[in-house]
């Protein structure tokens, strides 16, 4: 029997509704060749809305989203709204009250697209980030005090639970033997300065493995690993890391596979719902133009697939994704792709 999933999408701003448009055009493509039944719902959420009304997240949606299968957004930031505003009442809200602990990130580099790395291919470019997702510095603690004076003092915490550290380390060796590439975790932290946080990940991560003797272990320092992802990526298959070390590699991992037009990323409650995205933001300037790269919202409707159990669909929609961006964009850059956003989405349905 056919299972139906309720899909709360949350379009956004800037060229979020662009890049939505066309992975639902995806996932509708994917109902009609393999019978995967969505049912689709749409949440006016953004910049337009809050400068309309004052509304960032009202209660009832939360709490219709908390019960969702699965979240489809596309791009939270408007050009009109003080920086944080959105970031914080929105996003970083659906991260903490959906409890969405796991930040996924894969860095793939598909086959006729060019890294920046000299030398270095699909073969090269191949492993997934698992960051925390809800503690960390962004959980928030610190302050000022006698702010805007000369002894103005700033702090900000970075606050970690064994309970937040452990179910992270877990889902990342469970996800890691699933994978069942290399079948090898490193570890990024920093446990030469940051002693109090890195300790505990480090204590963690070393008895969690306890449980998962099939997976090789290993720990790297954030700068020595930002080093390595760019000189030997190959020898990554899984990295684990804590929220602010996570923000920052993946960064680097979007550039190394291409740039910001395929990337994507999933914000996962193992327990309860998921929240898929292209990572690139609004791209403020692109709105309208029918220029910007839908590739990665279309990778984060693939991402979306794989965490619903619909593996013969994710399969499809990836070898859809991987023609298009090895027979016929002429570039992943936004403007430069050889064809609009429109028609980009089209190639990925008339593969599928």
């Not at 470019?125 to 000022?144: K, P, S």
């Not at 452990?166 to 446990?191: D, P, Q």
């Not at 914000?267 to 309860?272: D, Y």
Request: proline share 4%; net charge negative.
């Amino acid at each position: 029997m056919t299972k139906k999933y309720n899909i709360g999408v949350i379009s956004g701003d800037g060229i979020g509704p662009e890049v939505v448009a066309e992975g639902l055009k995806a996932l509708d493509a994917i109902t009609l060749k393999y019978g995967v039944d969505f049912r689709f719902k749409e949440f006016e959420l953004g910049g337009a809305r809050y400068m309309n009304d004052g509304v960032l997240l009202p209660d009832e949606i939360l709490e219709e989203l908390r019960v969702m299968d699965a979240i489809f957004l596309g791009a939270i930031g408007h050009p009109d709204v003080k920086p944080g505003i959105l970031e914080r009442g929105i996003l970083l809200r659906l991260r903490f009250e959906l409890e969405l602990y796991i930040n996924l990130r894969p860095v793939i580099l598909f086959p006729g697209v060019e890294s920046p790395l000299k030398g270095k291919g699909p073969e090269h470019i191949d492993f997934v980030v698992v960051r925390e997702n809800t503690e960390g510095i962004y959980a928030g603690g610190g302050g000022f005090f006698k702010k805007g004076t000369p002894d103005e003092v700033a702090i900000q915490e970075s606050i970690n639970t064994r309970k937040g550290v452990e179910r992270c380390i877990r889902y990342a060796f469970e996800f890691c033997r699933k994978r069942n590439k290399g079948n090898h975790l490193t570890l990024c932290a920093k446990n030469n300065v940051l002693i109090y946080e890195s300790d505990l990940w480090y204590r963690v991560f070393q008895e969690v493995h306890m449980d998962y003797p099939d997976i090789a272990i290993e720990y790297q320092h954030v700068d020595a690993l930002c080093m390595w992802m760019i000189k030997n990526p190959e020898q990554f298959d899984v990295i684990v890391t804590n929220n602010i070390f996570g923000d920052i590699i993946t960064d680097i991992g979007a550039v190394i596979q291409g740039g910001l037009g395929i990337a994507a990323g999933g914000n996962i409650n193992p327990q309860g719902t998921a929240m898929f995205e292209p990572i690139g933001g609004s791209a403020p300037k692109y709105t309208g133009l029918n220029r910007i790269n839908p590739m990665a919202a279309i990778c984060a409707a693939q991402m979306m697939l794989g965490y619903l159990e619909e593996e013969e669909a994710a399969a499809a929609l990836n070898r859809s994704i991987e023609k298009v961006v090895k027979q016929d964009l002429v570039s992943l850059e936004a403007g430069k792709m050889g064809y609009g956003t429109k028609e980009v989405g089209d190639l990925v349905v008339r593969y599928i």
